[in-house]
């Protein structure tokens, strides 16, 4: 019996690192933001953007944060890729915008409007 309940133990714990739960808290692995750059108006910018003006800070939060406050918060990339699979990240982010208007995004840097300015975002591993 007391064998048992060890093993449901473990699988629970499993379970929580494999969807994400545990590296999320414990931090691990590299760190990554967003930054904003505001680049200017959108009547006279002259590429590809993402009208970002109305997207939903639960949808984007990376994106929502950086354009407000020049930066976001961190998104810790789990040590053996399991995390990815399981949690949002700001590259799903930059996927999703990619995937509705794929010239504004070039690699690690998309660019988009809200409220009539256009901000660069660009994805940027943290220096420690």
Do not use: C, W
């Amino acid at each position: 019996m007391r064998q048992r309940y060890i093993l449901v133990l473990v699988a629970l714990v499993v379970l929580g690192l494999a969807v994400g739960a545990l590296p999320s808290l414990l931090k691990s692995g590299d760190p990554y933001r967003v930054q904003a750059t505001d680049v200017g108006n959108a009547s006279t910018f002259d590429g590809a953007t993402y009208d970002a003006t109305d997207v939903s800070e639960r949808r984007f939060p990376y994106v929502t944060e950086a354009i407000a406050d020049g930066t976001s918060g961190s998104y810790y990339e789990g040590p053996f890729g399991v995390k990815e699979s399981f949690s949002h990240s700001p590259f799903d982010e930059f996927g999703a915008v990619a995937t509705r208007v794929p010239n504004a995004v070039e690699g690690d840097v998309a660019y988009v409007t809200y409220n009539g300015t256009v901000y660069r975002l660009e994805i940027v591993r943290e220096d420690e």
